[in-house]
């Protein structure tokens, strides 16, 4: 008796084969288009292309409409906290309450949490330090008697509308 083997998937896809080219462009934007560069920045978008392949599947879909919504909800936010912790950082009288705030996100542990926790650290005023296995977040944050969690809540709310159809697996 013969086990039916799976057809076997082409190793450059079209996503990759994208993802790849947007490596490439990273390596120019951040080198240069010097000619000369060019086969270091071949080598080097090949290896993050191969390197990216376990971290985000080339089956992974991402939400284009819910990327656009999270970018455009992320950066007036980061700003807005930047010019809050500038604006803290010369003041006087620092008014603030810095600690850690404990938030039950709804992602299960994995690539996706991880994903969270990575852009929740980019806005100046909140660090998580810790994610669990039942999903809490410990977060650091300058004012913790600020509506944190409300923030955070609709941080990841932002963050599933990326995800297909918003799940929140991992």
Do not use: N
Request: net charge positive; proline share 8%; hydrophobic share 50%.
């Amino acid at each position: 008796m013969t086990v039916p083997s799976s057809p076997r998937r082409p190793l450059w896809r079209p996503s990759l084969l994208g993802r790849g080219l947007l490596f490439f462009a990273l390596w120019l934007v951040l080198i240069g288009a010097a000619l000369k560069d060019w086969p270091v920045g071949l080598v080097a978008a090949a290896a993050a292309t191969w390197a990216s392949i376990p971290l985000w599947p080339p089956e992974s879909r991402l939400s284009a409409t819910g990327l656009a919504r999270f970018v455009l909800r992320f950066l007036p936010q980061a700003v807005a906290a930047g010019l809050d912790v500038a604006r803290r950082a010369f003041a006087r009288r620092i008014a603030m309450k810095p600690g850690i705030v404990t938030y039950r996100a709804s992602l299960r542990p994995g690539l996706a949490q991880g994903a969270l926790c990575a852009v929740m650290s980019l806005q100046p005023g909140k660090l998580p330090v810790s994610c669990a296995a039942r999903g809490d977040m410990r977060v650091h944050c300058l004012d913790s008697d600020a509506s944190v969690t409300a923030e955070l809540a609709a941080d990841e709310a932002a963050f599933l509308r990326i995800l297909p159809g918003g799940r929140a697996g991992g």
